[in-house]
């Protein structure tokens, strides 16, 4: 079955950076979208990035938009979420996720929805002192 682990994570001052990391295993990761959520405490969880299965289309929450990149290397099964000029709105746990229509490229809500995703990480904290 699909695994994903999350790392990266960790405490940081505002207006620093982190590169989180998304490692699947259990699938032929090249052929499958996947995507960032984040949940804060006392929030629901919500729609961070996403990228299609070649990497060649990018979609981004607003409040992320321009600070945060997520890119893909489908040699190493790995998926990135760099993470620049972080604040304390940031502070979240992190999830990666996996959207298993095979070669399938969805819109911007398509991925922004919870339910688009079938495997999921176990997440990794990030917390950002302002």
């Known amino acids: 079955q699909v695994q994903l682990v999350e790392s990266g994570g960790g405490l940081v001052q505002a207006g620093g950076s982190l590169r989180l990391s998304c490692e699947a295993s259990?699938?032929?990761?090249?052929?499958?979208?996947m995507g960032w959520f984040r949940q804060a405490p006392g929030k629901e969880r919500e729609f961070v990035a996403a990228?299609?299965?070649?990497?060649?289309?990018?979609y981004y929450a607003d409040s992320v938009k321009g600070r945060f990149t997520i890119s893909r290397d489908n040699a190493k099964n790995t998926v990135y979420l760099q993470m620049n000029s972080l604040n304390a709105e940031d502070t979240a746990a992190y999830y990666c996720?996996?959207?298993?229509?095979?070669?399938?490229?969805?819109?911007?809500?398509?991925?922004?929805?919870?339910?688009?995703?079938?495997?999921w990480g176990q997440g990794t904290q990030v917390t950002v002192a302002s």
């Open positions: 259990g699938c032929t990761f090249s052929n499958y979208a």
């Open positions: 996720a996996l959207d298993l229509r095979r070669r399938y490229v969805g819109g911007a809500d398509y991925y922004a929805k919870e339910s688009t995703f079938d495997s």
């Open positions: 990228i299609s299965w070649s990497g060649g289309m990018t």
